[in-house]
DNA sequence: TATGACATGTAATCTGTTACATGATTAG
DNA sequence: CTAATCATGTAACAGATTACATGTCATA
């Protein structure tokens, strides 16, 4: 029950399938090996203990169902404390740190955010986004002029790619901020 | 002195950086903490059991600086035996997997690889990148038609976030690969 | 002489990986 | 009946994080 405790990107992957489709662990695999978040573990080895880590904090809870001609299978929902922690990790404001460990992470809280907190919580979010981006950036590429010019080309161009991927997701998240914009002025 | 044994990314990032130019454990955190390869960690209980790692298999060895006026320090060197597991890692052909992962392991291979294994193995490699990335980005394309249409704005717009960004990343594998073109025909 | 930066490490804990183990149900 | 798939889990291990511990050297 002790819910002050640091949870892993995986748990929050968890709680944010959860939220949308209550779920067995097992269909929780079927989703991590089959669709595009490959980048989660499908093991059972880290999915089962992590859902009993969130069990054991309250965020979630398991009943099972026997039914007969079925196998047996434990289906876990959110439960409200699971749903608000969901909730602070999505209005988390985006750092720069966020930015240096790489976008996934962001852009997974961003996917959940609609469903979870609604649009406004998504706008919310891209705009602590690109100003988090606008920065970083911009440091980037402070950090590349500086570059002694006598590097290796390959060195340079490995930032290089790093300066244009980080541009390309700025890019990314005005275009995302256009369309909700778009969505509004349809609705009206 | 085990060589077949896997090396993580840290292990790697430890190994391009000695080949560059000798250090000690608080050098190497240094350029963690200072540089922009944040993303690994620069925490002691990260690196210098990494170290001691790497020497056990051979793959660096530590000399103890202890000159007068000087604090004492073991500068790592890598191996003959280190340097061929360099070159290894950075032959590797890109997989798909590679990319599910995040690039940013390939982009450390192709950071370090004109140092270590001159401009052909970088060439070699940005090929190879190419190549996964073609059937990556076009498998994306497919999946994200596929997609269900009442899905969430957001989750929708997350998903396009990844096919951009690894678009974003194979044209800067062509711009690399242009660069390359350009260097070679200007000496030529 | 005391403060802070240099330099190296260890210990506890947590998480994930790999591999193994178990049993129920369905298809051939 | 037997093989494959469904569904769940455990055990051993490797690696990272966090926090702590130690001692040197320069400088104020």
């Not at 880290?46 to 054991?56: F, T």
């Not at 080309?153 to 997701?169: M, Y």
């Amino acid at each position: 029950m002790n819910s002050p405790k640091k949870i892993p990107a995986l748990g929050y992957a968890l709680l944010g399938l959860l939220h949308g489709k209550p779920a067995s662990g097992y269909d929780l695999r079927k989703i991590f090996s089959s669709t595009s978040m490959k980048s989660y573990s499908d093991s059972p080895g880290a999915i089962y203990p992590a859902l009993g880590r969130l069990q054991k904090q309250g965020l979630i809870r398991g009943t099972i169902e026997e039914g007969a001609g079925m196998r047996r299978r434990q289906v876990f929902r959110v439960t409200a404390k699971g749903l608000a922690e969901i909730k602070k990790w999505i209005a988390r404001p985006v750092t720069r740190d966020d930015m240096v460990r790489g976008p996934q992470e962001v852009i997974l809280r961003f996917a959940f955010s609609e469903m979870v907190a609604g649009p406004a919580a998504s706008v919310e979010l891209l705009r602590s986004l690109e100003a988090a981006l606008q920065l970083y950036v911009s440091s980037l590429n402070v950090e590349l002029k500086a570059m002694p010019a006598m590097m290796p080309t390959s060195g340079r161009l490995a930032f290089e790619c790093g300066v244009g991927g980080n541009q390309a997701l700025l890019d990314w998240t005005r275009y995302a901020l256009a369309a909700y914009e778009q969505k509004k002025g349809g609705r009206s």
